[in-house]
């Protein structure tokens, strides 16, 4: 009798423990579709926020195709790329004012007469401003811009007659992307008439 009262006992312990652990399985099932759920929306609300933010962030400045600058002979006969240095000055984080200290460069050969043309007809998203930049190099270390002109972003590609006075100066290409007031994006493109 004591071995069958034993006997009752343990298969009374065995029935309450698998209904234990079947009542559990269950609320876990329960859960995990609604963790599921909730993961899910996390994810969409998390893609959703990537969109939003792409949308208001220019492409990575790698990404970029850099403007060219084309040397025209006097007859516009002959074209070849013109030396020239393109970089970023800033890039999706342009909140405090950055100096940017134009290098001195490798000159480009030119006779005047000659044209330049400048394309920046490549840039996705187009720049909002673009400034022509004077640019006096006394070293390295000391360059200061002598005059600056805005020019039409639409005008691509933009032609410039080089004259005497040109010749042996630095000049610059500022370009400007701007949400609103908001500078998002600013790169250079340098070059050097000799």
């Not at 698998?18 to 909730?38: G, H, Y």
């Not at 200290?101 to 330049?116: Q, T």
Request: glycine share 4%; with cysteine.
């Amino acid at each position: 009798m004591k071995k069958t009262l034993l006997l009752l006992i343990f298969l009374l312990l065995s029935v309450v423990l698998i209904a234990c652990n079947n009542d559990n399985q269950e609320s876990q099932k329960k859960e995990e579709p609604s963790q599921v759920s909730k993961e899910s929306t996390k994810k969409i609300q998390t893609e959703k926020n990537t969109v939003e933010n792409e949308e208001n962030f220019l492409p990575a400045f790698k990404a970029l195709v850099t403007p060219e600058i084309t040397h025209l002979s006097a007859e516009g006969n002959v074209k070849y790329l013109f030396d020239s240095s393109y970089g970023e000055v800033c890039w999706n984080n342009c909140d405090e004012l950055i100096h940017y200290n134009y290098p001195n460069i490798h000159s480009g050969d030119v006779e005047a007469g000659n044209r330049l043309q400048i394309d920046w007809s490549s840039l996705k998203p187009q720049p909002t401003e673009i400034h022509l930049i004077h640019v006096v190099n006394r070293d390295e270390y000391d360059s200061k811009e002598v005059s600056r002109k805005q020019k039409t972003p639409e005008n691509t590609p933009l032609t410039i007659t080089v004259d005497e006075e040109m010749i042996g100066n630095q000049y610059a290409f500022e370009f400007i992307w701007k949400n609103g007031e908001v500078v998002e994006g600013r790169s250079i493109m340098n070059f050097k008439l000799e």
